[in-house]
C-alpha cells in the first residue's frame, strides 16, 4: 500500500483524517500546484507543504477526486493510491484519440521555432475547434493562460507525458506477408520511439530469414519470446481468418495493446485496448463522397 498525507493543524486541534477517492495512475503525480492550489480546490490557499511526500506521480486536475469527509479546519489527508481508479477510464476514448494530433502539430512548431501558440492557431493547423481543444486539454489541467497562450515546449512535454511516448516502445510484429514487411522496414516507428523487436510468421520458408532490424520467429516460440521480452504492444498483419486465434495468444502471452490491421473485430478481455486500422474501410469510406 502507497500512501501519502499532508498535515495541517494549529495549537491543540487535532488533526483529522480526510478520505480520498482520486483518479490517476503511476505517471500522474508531478504537479502538486494543481492539486493544492487551483481555484476550485478546497485546497486553495495553504502554503504549507512541507510535510507532503509524493514523488514520481501527478495529479493533474482537481476534478478527478472529491472528499468523503466534510473539509475541517485542521485535517490530515492521506491518499492510498493501491486503492485509486484508473485515470484512463474517466477520460473519453475520443479525447485521447486527439491528443496525437495535436502533439504531432506541436511538435512541428517547435521544430519551426515557434515557442507559444493558442488554441485557434492549433486548431487551425489540425482541423478542430479552438474550444473543442481548450475541452479537451482541461480534462488533464491547466496548460496555458488566458491572454498568453500555451508554451509549446511545456505542452509538448506534458502531452508526451500523459501519451506515454516520453520513453521507448518495444513492439511485436505478427505476420510478415506483404503488409507486415513493409511496417517491419518502415523507419518512421522507430523515429517515434517505437521498436520492432520480434516479429513471428507461421510460413517455415521465412522462418530464420532477417526482416528490418529482427530475425523471423515460428509461430511456435511466440509465447516463450513475448515473456521474456516484456514487450505490451503488438501489431497484427495476418489474415482475417487468423487474427483472433492469434490476438487470444497474445494477450495470453502478456500483450496487452494491439494495433490490428486485419479487417476482423476482435474479442479480447477489456484491459487489452485494441485500435484498428483497415486500409479497404477508410477507402469505401471515401469513395461514398465521389458518387
Known amino acids: 500500500m502507497e500512501a501519502y498525507s499532508y498535515r495541517q493543524g494549529t495549537g491543540s486541534t487535532p488533526s483529522r483524517v480526510i478520505r480520498?477517492?482520486?483518479?490517476?495512475?503511476?505517471?500522474?503525480?508531478?504537479?502538486?500546484?494543481?492539486?493544492?492550489?487551483?481555484?476550485n480546490s478546497i485546497f486553495s490557499g495553504l502554503n504549507d507543504l512541507s510535510s507532503v511526500k509524493l514523488t514520481t506521480k501527478q495529479i493533474i486536475n482537481v476534478k478527478l477526486f472529491r472528499v468523503?469527509?466534510?473539509?475541517?479546519?485542521?485535517?490530515?489527508?492521506?491518499?492510498d493510491t493501491s486503492e485509486a481508479y484508473i485515470m484512463e477510464k474517466s477520460i473519453p476514448d475520443i479525447v485521447v484519440g486527439r491528443l496525437p494530433r495535436y502533439l504531432r502539430s506541436l511538435e512541428y512548431m517547435l521544430k519551426n521555432g515557434i515557442k507559444t501558440?493558442?488554441?485557434?492557431?492549433?486548431?487551425?493547423?489540425?482541423?478542430?475547434?479552438?474550444?473543442?481543444?481548450?475541452k479537451d486539454l482541461s480534462q488533464f489541467g491547466e496548460f496555458g493562460k488566458q491572454g498568453t497562450?500555451?508554451?509549446?515546449?511545456?505542452?509538448?512535454?506534458?502531452?508526451?507525458?500523459?501519451l506515454h511516448v516520453n520513453q521507448s516502445w518495444?513492439?511485436?510484429?505478427?505476420?510478415?506477408?506483404d503488409l507486415g514487411t513493409a511496417l517491419a522496414t518502415y523507419q518512421g516507428f522507430v523515429n517515434r520511439g517505437f521498436h520492432i523487436v520480434l516479429a513471428f510468421d507461421n510460413d517455415p520458408a521465412k522462418t530464420g530469414k532477417k526482416i528490418g532490424d529482427v530475425t523471423i520467429d515460428g509461430m511456435d516460440q511466440l509465447e516463450a519470446k513475448i515473456a521474456e521480452s516484456g514487450a505490451k504492444i503488438a501489431m497484427l498483419s495476418v489474415p482475417a481468418a487468423a487474427a483472433q486465434e492469434v490476438a487470444e495468444l497474445l494477450a495470453k502471452s502478456g500483450i496487452?495493446?494491439?494495433?490490428?490491421?486485419?479487417p476482423m473485430q476482435l474479442i479480447l478481455p477489456s484491459d487489452i485496448h485494441v485500435e484498428?486500422?483497415?486500409?479497404?474501410?477508410?477507402?469505401?469510406?471515401?469513395?461514398?463522397?465521389?458518387?
Open 149 to 162: 497562450g500555451y508554451s509549446v515546449r511545456y505542452l509538448v512535454d506534458q502531452l508526451q507525458s500523459i
Open 256 to 262: 496487452r495493446a494491439i494495433l490490428n490491421y486485419a
Open 20 to 39: 480520498v477517492e482520486i483518479l490517476t495512475n503511476d505517471y500522474f503525480w508531478d504537479n502538486l500546484a494543481t492539486f493544492f492550489f487551483h481555484p
Open 68 to 79: 468523503i469527509d466534510p473539509y475541517p479546519d485542521s485535517f490530515s489527508l492521506t491518499i
Open 117 to 134: 501558440t493558442s488554441s485557434q492557431e492549433l486548431g487551425e493547423s489540425i482541423g478542430i475547434s479552438a474550444a473543442q481543444i481548450r
Open 276 to 291: 484498428y486500422l483497415d486500409p479497404i474501410t477508410k477507402l469505401q469510406h471515401m469513395t461514398y463522397y465521389l458518387g
Open 170 to 177: 518495444d513492439l511485436v510484429l505478427v505476420g510478415v506477408g
